[in-house]
């Protein structure tokens, strides 16, 4: 059993002081200084992982005022506060071991808009692809990007001056910031926007830190405005944090955002932005230009640039690799095709991804030419560096690529092995015709620690992002980190660039005064203004003297640091979760995304990926620290038998639960609370860029926390119903009849902690076989198949929720697979214990699963294909089976996956049936798990004369058996709502929806009272 984690860290009194007087002052926000929410916010996506104190969410800016307001007064002057966004810093940016003020879960509204004016105004909470979205219908965006645009926000924007692809003709964040809406530390509260002459008068002459702001930016740029010219780089990328260059516009207006975008926090609570808009492109194409050595792409870059383009992006070998085997492959792959022609034969290693824009396509077609013709001229007189190219044309394709591109970034941690790619100089800028020429020294730096890595990046605004390979759990490799960061920086210095391109300094400004020289003295000046105490994310760009530090890039603790606490069989057990690198993109935004429903329902980090994936980490930390090996405890778990297992611990589980009910803290309690908020979807083993397998590891978290505390009786009516219902369908009046009436439902709500749970069909498999003329998967039957019909064969196997709760799907799937002149087999039904797995009931699904797998394995015989109906049920076949016991695992495949072999037999099929249009609501698991086969859905459709288009929505709420689950009820129905809702509710689409999930046929049944049909019945109904 083990053990309680009775002590972690304490919050030290001086901000549980703190805590309370917010509280009593009427701060409405949230306030967490709960050791999960402190361990899941200690990380970012750098090599740092800073303990805070506490996180506090804001509601408004009042809630602001009143923070900045108590830190001020004399008992709280050391209490330290970080600002944080989406959280997604690359080098510690929101990183603190104070307080953190997320201000994205509550803060995220969009004001106003003024269409023709082309500008909007919104909460700095906002997630830029939000805005975006927001903004599409009126036929504007808002220009900046960034490759992690659907979870970083529009106040991490702005603090990190964020800028990405096509920032040459767009330019950075403050570009297209109209106005600010800051909170300073002393509570005053100011719009700022490029003012005149008059206006700056009457602001300097206030007597609070606004007025005296504004007086020494100007001073400054009075007195140094000469050493600022010329020390600052004239580069796409300039110097932030703080831009004394932009002190006054072009029109020679006074402009605090100039001193703001680009402050990381350190000067005040950004709490709304009035932004610039432009309209969106009418027309967009890219020329995918191959290379077959990365410098020859970069070199070419400089050329391409002629040819006019929007933006230049590069990419190489190492990242397209990664690329391939991942899901966002899937979406671009025509657009990669191998080298072909005169080329064929040769690899890529590079690639330029050139973007043209335009108002029309005559014109859109005509700036491509420009570049292809030229391109076609060097192919044919062997001049070209290129070894060929492709044009994606449309917003749709253009999309697609670069939703690839920004994946890159995140890809780069799925690296195999211990060092994998991390960032710490990962952002270099220098004139882009040095960049060819720096990144060849920046290589022999990293040759020369003999260490892998990965690159891509603007190649047309002179930006590089190099990942090298370190394993930070190994001490002997962390002075590299110092080494490299001085090496590339006195090679940025030797280029005329910074080491800051595009992330922000973070933890890495203590180059800063390298940078800045004798000005960095008045970046001090500002801080001092704002800042004197030295209380916001303090550290990082500037100090307010020489009497306060900047933080070393060696001296914060690193994520290697605790990470090498779990000793490494333990680290390789749990394996699913350690890798995350905390990029964020399970925080996506996008409700008709897949990604990770629990954080988009709650908005609570705890109950994301990154969140689980955290609080395991810490968690087995923990239990290292007290000499406890979970990996052991498991393997002793099941090998106990039931008598010595369960029940001889039944009294200590009862007394320990006792005990928690009580109140008595154990911090497996906080990380049981997150785990339990997880559907099960897997959608971040899908579409995690290092693929974190949350049900994974936390089902071997829950088969030791039930170690120590009972289990809630819905778990062993969720587990053992696959294996009751065999006998429950011979009497589906009793189990009906019981589950059915309103008052049992209250009483199974409250008793068994279940609700709106399915009922049998009553329609029993067993006594339709014959008059569907549908044989079972015996060996024998299938031995006396005529090898003609062993050519057409099929097996279906069964699982518990089709065969007995929707059972008419499996009568119709067999039914139209004996029309279209399949032979389709029915395997007698066994239970697969997926639900086993996850509930964590760890022994009991090892067993099923190899019941099962030997049993599906003997049906095997003849080589006939197995096919399952369910998707999530069939994809563990090919997950949770494999991991359990590798190459033993039966092959079974999804029905479109294996109508996708059949295409030609499929295609004389076709005209049995009438034409018809459909749109395909698939399931999660299958999309983000098997994202291939939902082409297949596509391919069959068109094989059979069909119409058929895939609706983008996210979960529908039900995740198997989440939603009937009392506790997750209501959000289950509220992520049904942020989704499915709409498209199922419109009217335009009935008739044509048609879903693949067991359980989001249920769903929708349950919220909207409707019936969905399966792809296969509605093909069914198709036949003539
Ligand atoms: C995989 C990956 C790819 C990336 N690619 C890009 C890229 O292409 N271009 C790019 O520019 N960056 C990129 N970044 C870096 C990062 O995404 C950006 O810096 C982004 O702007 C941060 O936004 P955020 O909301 O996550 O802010 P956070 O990381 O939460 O905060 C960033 C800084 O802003 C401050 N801050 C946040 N909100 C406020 C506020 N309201 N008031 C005051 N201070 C605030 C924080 O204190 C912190 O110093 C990438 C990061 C990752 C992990
Ligand atoms: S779980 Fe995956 S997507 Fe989420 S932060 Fe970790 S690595 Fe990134
Ligand atoms: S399985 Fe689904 S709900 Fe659970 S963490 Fe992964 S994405 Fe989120």
């Known amino acids: 059993m083990i053990p309680s984690i009775r002590e972690t860290s304490p919050v030290q009194s001086l901000y549980l002081a703190f805590i309370e007087a917010l509280k009593a002052c009427g701060f409405e926000g949230d306030l967490n200084p709960d050791y999960a929410n402190r361990t899941v916010l200690a990380t970012d996506n750098s090599i740092y992982q800073i303990l805070p104190q506490g996180v506090v969410y804001p509601k408004s800016s009042e809630d602001l005022v009143k923070l900045a307001e108590l830190s001020s007064l004399k008992q709280f002057r050391g209490i330290v506060l970080s600002p944080r966004g989406g959280g997604t810093g690359t080098n510690g940016q929101s990183l603190t071991d104070g307080l953190i003020v997320d201000i994205s879960k509550h803060m995220n509204s969009i004001l106003e808009i003024n269409v023709e004016q082309r500008w909007v105004r919104v909460q700095t909470g906002v997630v830029k692809d939000q805005l975006n979205a927001f903004l599409k219908p009126h036929g504007l965006f808002f220009a900046p990007e960034l490759s992690t645009s659907n979870r970083a926000t529009i106040g991490g924007m702005v603090n990190t001056d964020a800028s990405g692809q096509g920032s040459v003709l767009y ?40 007025g005296e702001l504004h007086r020494v ?286 992330h922000g300094k973070g933890l890495r400004s203590e180059y800063a005064p390298s940078f800045f020289g004798d000005l960095f003295v008045q970046l001090q000046r500002i801080k001092a203004t704002c800042d004197p105490r030295n209380q916001l994310n303090p550290g990082k760009i500037a100090t307010p003297s020489d009497d306060f530090a900047l933080t070393k890039i060696d001296e914060a603790p690193t994520r290697g640091e605790e990470d090498r606490k779990i000793p490494v069989q333990v680290w390789e057990g749990y394996s699913d979760g350690m890798y995350c690198n905390g990029n964020g993109a399970c925080f996506n935004w996008n409700p008709d995304d897949a990604m990770c429903p629990s954080w988009k329902v709650t908005r609570e980090r705890t109950q994301s990926p990154k969140g689980r994936s955290a609080l395991v980490r810490e968690w087995l930390k923990q239990l290292s620290e007290r000499g406890i090996d979970p990996v052991k405890q498991a393997k002793a778990l099941r090998e106990k038998p039931f008598i010595s297992g369960f029940v001889s611990s039944l009294y200590a589980r009862t007394k320990n639960t006792l005990a928690k009910n009580k109140g008595d803290y154990d911090f497996s309690n906080e990380v049981m609370e997150s785990m339990s908020g997880c559907l099960a979807c897997k959608s971040c083993v899908g579409q995690c860029p290092i693929k974190v397998d949350v049900p994974s590891f936390r089902s071997k978290f829950m088969e030791l926390y039930y170690s120590r505390y009972l289990r809630p009786l819905k778990d062993y009516f969720i587990g053992g119903l696959e294996f009751m219902v065999p006998a429950l369908v011979r009497v589906p009046w009793l189990y009906n009849g019981l589950m059915k009436p309103a008052f049992m439902q209250k009483l199974l709500a409250k008793v068994a902690g279940m609700v709106d749970s399915p009922l049998l069909t009553g329609v029993r498999l067993d006594k339709e076989l014959q008059g569907l003329g549908v044989r079972w998967a015996a060996e024998e039957n299938i031995r006396n198949l005529s090898s003609d019909e062993k050519a057409r064969a099929v097996i279906i196997v069964q699982d518990a929720f089709t065969s007995f709760f929707d059972t008419q799907v499996v009568i119709d799937s067999l039914k139209l697979l004996k029309q279209l002149g399949f032979v389709p087999l029915l395997a007698p039904y066994k239970a697969n214990g997926k639900p086993l797995h996850v509930h964590g009931f760890m022994k009991a699904f090892d067993k099923a699963a190899n019941s099962n797998a030997e049993f599906l394995n003997t049906l095997a015989v003849e080589q006939l294909p197995l096919v399952g109906i369910e998707p999530s ?130 769903q929708v049944k349950r919220v909207d009272k409707k019936q969905l049909p399966h792809p296969l019945q509605v093909l069914l109904a198709q036949v003539k």
């Open 171 to 210: 330019g950075k964040t403050r570009d297209h910031v109209l106005e600010l809406h800051t909170v300073f530390l002393d509570g005053s509260e100011w719009n700022s926007k490029p003012i005149n002459d008059a206006d700056f008068k009457a602001t300097a002459a206030r007597q609070d830190r606004v």
């Open 217 to 502: 930016v100007e001073d400054i740029h009075r007195e140094h405005h000469q050493a600022i010219a010329e020390k600052f780089p004239k580069l796409n990328r300039c110097l932030t944090g703080y831009d004394l260059a932009h002190i006054h516009t072009d029109e020679g207006l006074f402009n605090l955002n100039s001193i703001l975008c680009g402050s990381e926090g350190t000067l005040g609570f950004i709490t709304e932005a009035k932004l610039n808009l432009l309209p969106i492109p009418t027309v967009s194409a890219l020329v995918n230009v191959k290379y077959d050595s990365f410098e020859l792409g970069l070199r070419d870059a400089t050329e391409l640039m002629k040819a006019g383009p929007t933006s230049i992006e590069t990419v190489d070998s190492k990242v397209l690799n990664l690329a391939m085997n991942d899901i966002v492959w899937n979406t671009v792959s025509d657009f990669f095709p191998p080298a072909d022609g005169q080329y064929a034969g040769r690899e890529i290693a590079g690639i330029n991804l050139v973007e043209y824009t335009a108002d029309n396509q005559d014109e859109l077609d005509e700036k491509i030419k420009v570049l292809t013709d030229r391109l076609d001229e060097q192919a044919t007189s062997n001049t070209a560096s290129s070894i060929g190219y492709s044009i994606a044309m449309g917003s749709d394709s253009v999309g697609k690529i670069w939703g690839m591109r920004k994946k890159a970034v995140g890809l780069l941690g799925n690296a195999k092995g211990e060092a994998r790619p991390i960032p710490f100089v990962e952002d270099t800028a220098v004139p882009p015709e040095n960049l060819a020429d720096f990144i060849m020294e920046f290589r022999k730096v990293l040759d020369d620690h003999h260490l892998p890595y990965g690159m891509f990046g603007h190649v047309d605004a002179g930006v590089l992002h190099v990942r090298p390979a370190i394993d930070m759990k190994d001490e002997s490799q962390i002075p590299m980190i110092r080494e490299i960061t001085d090496q590339v920086a006195a090679l940025c210095h030797k280029y005329n660039g910074l080491l800051w391109g595009e």
């Open 873 to 1002: 049920m069939t994809l563990a076949y090919r997950s949770e089976y494999q991991k359990l016991m590798g190459d033993k695992a039966p092959t079974v495949q999804l029905l479109q996956e294996w109508l996708a072999t059949q295409r030609e037999h499929l295609q004389s099929q076709a005209p049995q049936l009438n034409a018809g249009d459909f749109m395909l609501m698939a399931h999660c698991t299958e999309k983000t798990n098997a994202a291939a086969s939902i082409k297949d859905w596509s391919n069959v459709f068109a094989d059979l004369g069909q119409a058929m288009t895939l609706v983008d929505t996210g979960c529908c709420g039900m995740a198997g058996t989440y939603g009937h689950e009392a506790q997750n009820a209501d959000n289950s129905k509220a992520l049904y709502q942020m989704s499915w809702s709409e498209v199922v509710g419109n009217r335009d689409n009935e008739g044509k929806l048609m879903a693949t999930g067991y359980s989001c046929r249920s």
